[in-house]
């Protein structure tokens, strides 16, 4: 018999155990992005995109470097496979930016004043206690907040 040709991915050893998760996420993103958004301003529309994003990051992130659950193997997986940015992973393993929301936040080029976004001024330096960031929304991501 000749060997069928599939394209099925070939999941690594773990995949079972947070596929449910990262389906959940997905889920919530596609709605997100099927959200209508009505009434918002154009910004707002994609913060609820930015988040889901980061969240599916910081989870894969948090399995492989905080929890040690998931293998070499997994990580560079999900990496590939788009379930977590590796950019902004390489942020988090920086001193300074272990809670960075998203990678437009350090863009210098993207904010009207200063080098960085208002939500990276650490609290105790920001005149409002309560901002949030035109690109996705963030409350404040600087270090020790
Ligand atoms: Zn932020
Ligand atoms: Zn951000």
């Known amino acids: 018999m000749p060997k069928v040709k599939t394209n099925r991915i070939k999941y690594p ?3 079972e155990l947070i596929e449910p998760t990262l389906c959940e996420l997905d889920a919530k993103m596609r709605e997100a992005e099927s959200d ?7 910004c707002e529309a994609f913060w609820p995109i930015f988040k889901i994003a980061h969240q599916k990051s910081r989870y894969i992130f948090d399995l492989y470097y905080k929890r040690n659950e998931i293998s070499k193997e997994l990580y ?38 200063g080098t960085t976004c208002v939500c990276r001024v650490p609290e105790h ?15 404040g991501c600087a270090s020790g907040d």
């Open 125 to 139: 330096l920001r005149e409002e206690k309560a901002v949030e960031c035109v690109h996705c929304g963030c409350g």
């Open 36 to 42: 209508p958004n009505d009434g918002k301003r154009k």
């Open 76 to 113: 560079e997986f999900c990496l590939e496979q788009g379930y977590a940015d590796r950019n902004l992973i390489a942020k988090w393993k920086k001193s300074g930016y272990e809670s960075l929301c998203c990678l437009r936040c350090i863009q210098p080029r993207d904010h009207n004043f």
């Open 13 to 15: 050893d773990g995949w």
